[in-house]
């Protein structure tokens, strides 16, 4: 059955190329609480724009943790020669642009996430269940589609790539958040 080891690696390939879009996000917890990104303005609504929860250490550390992981990553694969050796690029400028795409992208997703649930009155912290997890995914992707659209179409262009990612990402996040949550980084765990 070619066709199934096929579509089982394509979903391999998907889920650990994406690890630092994952990570930004744990990584902002770690990194943020000052200097909130709306600076503690309202929305005309009234609520706030976005709320302590989105901060400009978070937003910075988080994305360039992402980065820094994400280079890890690219000197394992090169050296195991996993996906071809070069999955994220062949020149340093390459690695380096998908790389910032895709963490800036999660975490531009995570304040997108954000700004729609003080829209729809859920407070900072409150569960956005999907809010919580899809729009850094889907921003991660909008991210790389357009700015390294070669890789992008190489690893999730085909659909299943990008499907498995979306299934596999809420119960993945609400695991990190419970972890976090036990390990007292986390005041919810969600
Ligand atoms: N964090 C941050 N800056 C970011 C993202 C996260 O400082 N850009 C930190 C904040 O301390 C935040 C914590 O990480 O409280 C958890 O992140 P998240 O769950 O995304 O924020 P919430 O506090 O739940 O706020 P919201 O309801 O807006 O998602
Ligand atoms: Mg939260």
Redesign the pocket.
């Known amino acids: 059955m070619p066709e199934i080891v096929t579509i089982v690696l394509d979903i391999v390939y998907a889920f650990i190329l994406f690890i630092p879009a994952f990570v930004a ?1 744990p990584a ?7 200097y ?2 709306d600076a503690g303005r309202n929305f005309p609504d009234g609520k706030r724009i ?10 910075f ?2 994305s360039l943790a992402g980065v820094l992981i994400g280079f890890i990553l690219a000197g394992i694969f090169y050296i195991s020669g996993f996906a071809g050796s070069l999955p994220y690029g062949r020149t340093f400028i390459e690695i380096l642009v998908v790389l910032l795409a895709m963490s800036f992208g999660s ?1 531009t997703g ?2 997108a ?2 700004f729609i ?2 829209r729809i009155g ?5 569960k ?1 269940a999907l ?2 997890q899809w729009p850094f995914v889907l921003v991660s992707f909008l991210f790389l589609f357009v700015f390294a659209r070669s890789f992008f179409m190489s690893y999730y262009g085909n659909i299943i790539g990008a499907v498995a990612i979306l299934v596999i990402t809420p119960p993945l996040h609400r695991g990190v ?1 419970i972890i976090g949550f036990a390990m007292k980084k ?3 765990p ?1």
């Open positions: 996000n902002a917890v770690i990194t943020g609480g000052h909130p990104i976005l709320g302590d929860g989105k901060t400009w250490t978070g937003y550390g988080g975490l995570d304040v996430g954000s649930k003080r859920i407070q900072r912290g409150g956005g809010l919580d958040n986390k005041d919810v969600w």
